[in-house]
Structure formats: C-alpha cells, structure tokens
C-alpha cells in the first residue's frame, strides 16, 4: 500500500480548506498530519506517518514580561487525538472527563471502518480537522 497517497490525500484537503478560509489565511498554515496502519503481519503494531503542515506549534503569549499562555504543540495534539482513537477504535472527540490526560478529547482523529487505518489533523477548526482526516481515510478505502 503507498502509504503517501493518504499523506497526499490529508495534504490537498487541507490546502483546499485554507485556501477557501480568510482566518486561516491570517493565521498562516499550522498543523500536523498523522496516518496510521496496522501492519498486517504484526496486528499490535501501527506503521506511522507524520507530516507538519506550515508551522507546528503557536507561540506563546507574553503580557508584561509573563507568559500567559505557552501556545499549541499541533504535533502533541495530534498524536493525544490518535492515542485515544487507538486504544478505544473510535473516532476521537470524546467529552473531556471521559479521555485519559495524555490523549486529546478533540475531534480530528478518524479510524477506517476496518479498525486498520487511523488519520488525524490537528491544526485549524475541530470540524475541519476532521474533514482533513476524513481525506485520509477515504484515500485508505480506496487502496485497500
């Protein structure tokens, strides 16, 4: 399976929502792509792809000398998004008093209908990380 063509896939969506959306225009590209698959020899490990998209982190804010707000690892935050989707086989967005610390409630992780293919964004909007990811999964269906 050409495991790119997910990344390129994830990749394009996102372009096409940035391009249409003036906020994240302004803001720049920010996020990251993770896609996942579940080797077929050794079902208890996940081949991994991860791709930055423009910045991968947001800065931190200062107010007079203190920070106030130490920003957004889009990296951590996509990797919390497919911990939780790994380990419960559903798509995260779960309320945040039912995921574990180290997983991310936010939804933007989507898991293929066969439990073998995990992509997440993290980045912009939850609903449009979600889009993001969906491109992934689609592409996924559509080599397997």
């Known amino acids: 399976m050409n495991k790119n063509k997910i ?11 940035f391009n249409k959306t003036e906020q994240y225009q302004k803001d720049g590209k920010r996020g990251a792509f993770v896609a996942q698959v579940r080797s077929a020899t050794h079902p208890t490990r996940w081949e ?16 007079e000398g203190k920070m106030v707000f130490a920003g957004v690892s889009f990296d951590g935050v996509v990797h919390g ?17 039912e995921v574990p610390v180290a997983e991310s409630h936010w939804e933007g992780a989507v898991v293929s209908a066969d439990g073998n ?5 993290s980045g ?8 993001i990811a969906e491109a992934g999964i689609a592409m996924y269906n559509s080599l397997v």
């Open 81 to 97: 998004k497919v911990a939780y989707a790994r380990r419960t086989g559903k798509n995260s967005g779960a309320p945040e008093n």
């Open 117 to 121: 293919c995990i992509c997440a964004f």
């Open 124 to 131: 912009v909007a939850g609903s449009d990380d979600v889009l």
């Open 48 to 63: 991994t792809m991860v791709q930055i998209f423009g910045a991968s982190n947001t800065p931190p804010e200062i107010q």
């Open 7 to 17: 990344m390129d896939a994830m990749e394009a969506k996102a372009n096409e929502i």
